[in-house]
């Protein structure tokens, strides 16, 4: 498993990096040096709209710059909307250091996730894939089981995951024997 496995989430299928995964990933890389520098402020005559640059410089002296903003509209909680330069910081190093490791996937903070409207489906990568719960789902409608064993189906990893999709497979099975007898 690379470092960055664990760091990396499913969002309705598709993957996206964690910060936390691309400063591990920088920190055993040996990224050098890392800055920031504040391009806007927000305000209102701007929209509140902070930008920021970050620049990341690696051991063999490769310098990687880019920008991130962040508004209101684009943090999407509004309980971030007070941390506008911070969002925009981090979305900008994220960006940088991506670039710095060669991680081509887009990080997870430079999503716009709202309380009022979360993902349908959030998952670490490495557990339970879209294929598999679909099947289980669906082997639990068939099996008549209450939601609340729905519910606790995206905890499951892969390999968990097949072995409950093999038990209900047996179930079924047995259930079909059952009703054929009857």
Known sequence: MSTLDKHI???DGKSYVLYAGLLQLAKQEGITRMHVQIEQIPMAQN???????ATVVTKKGAS??????????SVGDPRFIPHLLRV???RAKARALKDALAVDITSMEELPISVSNPPTKLTAVGSITPAQLRLLESQC?????????KNELIS???GEASKRIDEYNLLIKKARENAQRS
């Open 9 to 11: 989430v499913s969002i």
């Open 47 to 53: 929209g509140f709209m902070a930008i920021v640059r």
């Open 64 to 73: 990687y710059s880019d920008i991130a903003d962040a508004s209101p509209e």
């Open 88 to 90: 925009a910081s981090t």
């Open 141 to 149: 409608d068939q099996l008549h089981l209450p939601q609340a064993t």
């Open 156 to 158: 499951l990893s892969k």
